[in-house]
T-cell receptor, first 116, second 113 residues
Framework: DTGVSQNPRHKITKRGQNVTFRCDPI?????LYWYRQTLGQGPEFLTYFQNEAQLEKSRLLSDRFSAERPKGSFSTLEIQRTEQGDSAMYLC??????????????FGPGTRLTVL | GQQVMQIPQYQHVQEGEDFTTYCNSS?????IQWYKQRPGGHPVFLIQ?????EVKKQKRLTFQFGEAKKNSSLHITATQTTDVGTYFC?????????????FGQGTRLTINP
C-alpha cells in the first residue's frame, strides 16, 4: 500500500454513460498524475496537477475527459459519453514535487473501467 | 514528441539466469526512473538515475544511465522467482516548460523455476 487510494476499484458502464473516478494522493504530495494503462502497455500520461493547477494535459486526451483537483488534495477524473475504447486501467500517482527531491511517483491501485 | 522505447518486450529465463532490459529515448532526459509492476498490481518505483553515466546497484539489480542521457538499462543477476513482473523505464524531460514522465512499453519477465 503506497498511501494513494483510488475509488472505485472497478467500474462497468454502458457506452454513452458518464463516469467519474476519485484519487486521494499522499497528503503532503504536491503533484498528482493521471495515467491510462491497457494490457501489455506502459502507463500512458493523461494529465498532471501541481497543487490545484492543471499544468499539462496530453494531446491524446479528447475533450470528453476532464480532471479536477479543486483544493489541491484529492482529484477526480471524469469521462463523458464513454466509448468502448475507453476501457482500460486508470492509474493515479502522486509525488512530492519539491526541488532537490526525487520525483518518484507513488501509484494507487487503479480503477479498472469496462465499457460495454 | 518524446518517445521511450524498451526492449525486449518479453523475456523468459530459467531461475538463476541473468536478465537485462534496455531503454532508449528519442530526446535527452533530465532523469530516468525504473518501475516494477507485478501481475495484477500497480507500478512500484525502483530507482531514479540523474547523472550522465550513472550506475546504481540494489542487491542483484544494476541500473545504468547512458553518457548522453538518452538510454538506460536494468540488469538482474541470478534471477529469482520473486523477480517476475513487468519492468518499465520512464524518462523525465522538460517539454514546453512542464516536466513529464513518459513510460516505455515495459519488459515482461517470466521465470521458469
Amino acid at each position: 500500500d503506497t498511501g494513494v487510494s483510488q475509488n472505485p476499484r472497478h467500474k462497468i458502464t454502458k457506452r454513452g454513460q458518464n463516469v467519474t473516478f476519485r484519487c486521494d494522493p499522499i497528503s503532503e504530495h504536491n503533484r498528482l498524475y493521471w495515467y491510462r494503462q491497457t494490457l501489455g502497455q506502459g502507463p500512458e500520461f493523461l494529465t498532471y496537477f501541481q497543487n490545484e493547477a492543471q499544468l499539462e494535459k496530453s494531446r491524446l486526451l479528447s475533450d470528453r475527459f476532464s480532471a479536477e483537483r479543486p483544493k489541491g488534495s484529492f482529484s477526480t477524473l471524469e469521462i463523458q459519453r464513454t466509448e468502448q475504447g475507453d476501457s482500460a486501467m486508470y492509474l493515479c500517482a502522486s509525488s512530492p514535487g519539491r526541488a532537490g527531491r526525487y520525483n518518484e511517483q507513488f501509484f494507487g491501485p487503479g480503477t479498472r473501467l469496462t465499457v460495454l | 514528441g518524446q518517445q521511450v522505447m524498451q526492449i525486449p518486450q518479453y523475456q523468459h529465463v530459467q531461475e538463476g539466469e541473468d536478465f537485462t532490459t534496455y531503454c532508449n529515448s528519442s530526446t535527452t532526459l533530465s532523469n530516468i526512473q525504473w518501475y516494477k509492476q507485478r501481475p495484477g498490481g500497480h507500478p512500484v518505483f525502483l530507482i531514479q538515475l540523474v547523472k550522465s553515466g550513472e550506475v546504481k546497484k540494489q542487491k542483484r539489480l544494476t541500473f545504468q544511465f547512458g553518457e548522453a542521457k538518452k538510454n538506460s538499462s536494468l540488469h538482474i543477476t541470478a534471477t529469482q522467482t520473486t523477480d517476475v513482473g513487468t519492468y518499465f523505464c520512464a524518462g523525465e524531460g522538460v517539454i514546453q516548460g512542464a516536466q513529464k514522465l513518459v513510460f516505455g512499453q515495459g519488459t515482461r519477465l517470466t521465470i521458469n523455476p
